[in-house]
């Protein structure tokens, strides 16, 4: 332990980072950045080619993050494994989503973890970023990588849970720098804790928590994404509720907002999205369920949620109607659908649920998003994959039978909808200061 602690306060150790996605290309940024050399682990050639080229693949990540990596003989990408054999650090970064049945689908963390614990060679850190349920690192994932070895976690292989904290930059949100966020880590002892902690300090981390246990750290990962799913199924419900009464919930929230303490805004939406809000409350559920407890606020939480969309297409029959229209064979225009405004990431996100709603009801779909140009590969809506954004202006829109505003990306030119005749459904209130127009908040 001893020789790892030296080597990481030392900047001489190597960390690989597994999975060069969302989480671990600016993980590995920071690493470098901090002085330590980095391998870069990912089976997707596309990426790990774009990369060794200086280019970005995520919108929220510069250019010259990227090209001080690519041009930096301390950091390589590579798809495949072998070239990580001998680092000091594993950092594992990869997807964590759900099963048909809800379900954690931990296949990508236990599948690699395997072919890791295969050129383990002792004396090393292995840190688990993706986010799981309690106690997968200190059973599971310990399992997995001492099974044929003789390798001894405390000893001479350490432990450690690092949650991922990172704030992909959205409307009303402030892109905040990986570097700055504090960042939580738990060992699965504590030597492992120490190291782990170290890693984080010495590569480039303002503010390192060291807890006591990874179970703490995986514990404190999903009490934090539970709190947002809770509070966003809050004000859902209560858009619905207000709205039976006549009541205006963003009115409700602006006059609430004003109290100074003890409170803490949540705007209604279309739903939630994302790889962590709709699914890693989840991973809580199931294990509850296996210490024969419910989580009960979680499970109504995402129930209510997971109907928003389909509120929103009740709006939009509903505003057809109005205008003696049926939705079968009706344009409607969908704008923005990624998750949440300013990504370029629509993972889960609502507007793919109810795109193919409108679907099934034979309404003809086209859609505008500047940061999704074109509908990737999705878990659950292959009838989608490969449509492409269209161009917005004020006569595309009026030859639309109705509009529907599912994320607000700040890049739209949100006047012209003054002129727009159909009706516009706007589910993240973006055009309530414009007077004049045909709006059907939702
Ligand atoms: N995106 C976020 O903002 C965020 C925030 C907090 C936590 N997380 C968690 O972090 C983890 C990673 O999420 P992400 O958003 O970075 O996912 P991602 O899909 O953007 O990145 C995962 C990367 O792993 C690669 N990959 C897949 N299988 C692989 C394999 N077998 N070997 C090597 N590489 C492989 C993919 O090509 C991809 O580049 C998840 O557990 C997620 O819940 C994500």
């Known amino acids: 332990m001893e020789d790892l602690l030296k080597k990481i306060e030392n900047g001489r150790a190597t960390v690989g980072v597994i999975g060069l996605g969302y989480v671990g290309l600016p993980l590995a940024a920071v690493f470098h950045r901090s002085g330590l050399k980095v391998r870069g682990y990912d089976v997707d ?7 060794s080229e200086g280019k970005s693949y995520i919108k929220h990540i510069g250019v010259d993050v990227v090209k001080d990596l690519s041009d930096s ?27 048909t049945h809800e379900e954690p689908d931990m296949s990508y963390v236990f599948g690699t973890s395997e072919l890791i614990a295969k050129q ?34 405390g000893t001479d292989l350490f432990l450690a849970f690092s949650p991922e904290r990172e704030n992909p930059a959205g409307s009303g949100d402030e892109a905040v720098e990986t570097s700055i966020i504090p960042k939580l880590v738990g060992g699965v002892d504590e030597s ?16 390192v928590v060291k807890v006591k246990s990874a179970r703490i750290a995986e514990c404190s990962k999903l009490l934090e994404n539970s709190f947002r799913v809770v509070n966003i199924a809050l004000v859902n ?8 009464m006549d009541v205006d919930i963003w009115e409700v929230l602006d006059a609430a907002e004003t109290k100074p303490f003890g409170f803490k805004r949540f705007n209604p939406g279309p739903g939630v999205g994302g790889h962590c809000i709709p699914i890693d409350p989840f991973y809580l559920t199931w294990k509850a369920k296996e210490v024969g407890q419910r989580s009960e606020f979680i499970e109504i939480s995402g129930r209510v949620n997971a109907s928003m969309p389909s509120r929103i297409v009740d709006k939009v029959q509903l505003a057809l ?10 344009k409607v225009m969908l704008i923005g659908i990624a998750y949440k405004p300013n990504v370029d990431d629509c993972r889960e996100s609502p507007a793919l649920k109810i795109w193919e709603l409108l679907l099934d009801l034979q309404a003809a779909i086209s859609y505008h998003d500047s940061f999704i140009p074109k509908v990737p590969k999705t878990r659950t809506h292959k009838r989608l994959e490969g449509v492409e954004s269209v161009a917005i202006s004020e006569e595309i829109l009026s030859q639309q039978d109705a509009v529907v505003i599912v994320t607000d990306h700040d890049n739209i030119e949100y006047d012209m909808f003054k002129r727009v005749t ?12 414009l007077k004049g127009i045909n709006v059907v908040l939702a």
């Open 45 to 51: 050639e596309r990426k790990v080619t774009l990369l």
């Open 237 to 244: 419900e209560l858009k619905l509720v207000f709205e039976k």
């Open 192 to 207: 492992s804790g120490v190291l782990a902690a170290a890693l984080y300090r010495c590569g480039g981390f303002k503010n």
């Open 321 to 330: 109607n109005d205008v003696g229209k049926a939705v079968k064979g009706s």
């Open 73 to 99: 003989i301390r950091f390589q990408a590579t798809t495949k494994l072998e070239d990580l054999a001998g680092v000091d650090i594993y950092v594992m970064c990869l997807p964590t989503p759900l099963g």
């Open 422 to 433: 159909c009706p516009v459904i706007d589910t993240r209130n973006r055009l309530r200061r």
């Open 120 to 153: 383990l060679m002792g004396n090393q850190l292995f840190v688990l970023e993706s986010t799981t349920y309690p106690g997968a690192t200190d059973t599971d994932v310990l399992r997995i990588l001492t099974k044929d070895n003789q390798l001894e976690v």
